[in-house]
């Protein structure tokens, strides 16, 4: 099936990416955990926009909760301070979009990531902090030894991010997506040889009216999955009652 343009005309504005994000995400999953072996699991998270998990008036209120059952006689909770010298600085921030796949296995003992598969959004490419962030957040995976996938279908907006992934690797000038294309996809192996860590990649380009590729999600050196992109997105059009 050919790829489509889902952020213009005539699927954009009426069917909206986030949910064709979201539930790609969750095609993908169950295409993983139907094939991953025993001891490893694929789990979807979607936010777009900030995901901050607590404010200032959820951190009040929590204070005030936690003083009344400790100065209650009721069951002590570890007391939160309700005042702090103040900060002395604030710097603005940027919280990249999560469209994002995690493997996890539990083999070893603990729970731990192995695999992560991102799929880009607008905001990704934006020309600010949060192209950074999201550039950081998955050098960051790789740095760990945990094995990463990006996608990048946004046509609205144009951004090399895989070339921002190698630059804070420090690796700029390798790998680049063939032929340059605005649209493309890659998977990224952190492997150690030897003294010398390494990452390998299988960079992809995209484009509008084309087939998608299988890409390797590596769960360990020696050991991967395929990842089939072109199977999990008529999967998610046909759920999604998108014309093809």
């Known amino acids: ?11 954009f504005p009426h069917r909206r990416w986030e949910s064709f994000h979201a539930a790609w995400m969750g095609s993908i999953s169950d295409s993983l955990n139907r094939i991953l072996p025993a001891g490893y699991f694929a789990e979807e998270e979607a936010h777009a926009g900030a995901n901050v998990q607590i404010d200032v008036a959820t951190f009040e209120e929590t204070s005030r ?20 010298a103040p900060p002395t600085a604030t710097v603005s921030a940027a ?7 995690k493997v996890l296995t539990d ?11 991102e799929l880009i959004s607008p905001s990704n490419k934006d020309p600010n902090e949060s192209r950074a962030a999201f550039a950081v957040k998955c ?3 790789l740095s760990q030894g945990v094995a990463v996938i990006i996608v990048d279908i946004v046509t609205e907006r144009e951004a090399n991010l895989h070339a921002e992934i190698l630059e804070i690797l420090g ?5 680049p997506i063939p032929g340059n294309t605005p649209l493309y996809a890659a998977a990224y192996r952190p492997i150690r ?3 010398h860590a390494e990452i390998d ?12 590729p299988t890409l390797p999600l590596w769960l360990s050196a020696v050991a991967c999955v395929g990842v089939d992109l072109e199977a999990t997105y008529i999967d998610t059009c046909r759920r999604r009652r998108i014309p093809t």
């Open 171 to 175: 690796s700029p000038a390798e790998a």
């Open 1 to 11: 099936m050919p790829l489509l343009d889902h952020f213009h005309a005539p699927l």
């Open 201 to 212: 990649i299988w960079p992809e380009s995209l484009a509008l009216g084309i087939g998608l």
């Open 193 to 195: 040889r030897g003294t």
């Open 139 to 141: 050098a960051s995976y």
């Open 95 to 101: 919280f990249a979009d999560d469209f994002e796949l």
């Open 107 to 117: 083999r070893g003992g603990g729970l731990r990531v192995v695999g992560a598969i």
């Open 65 to 84: 909760v936690s003083e009344t059952q400790h100065g209650s006689g009721g069951t002590a909770v570890a007391a939160l301070p309700t005042t702090w």
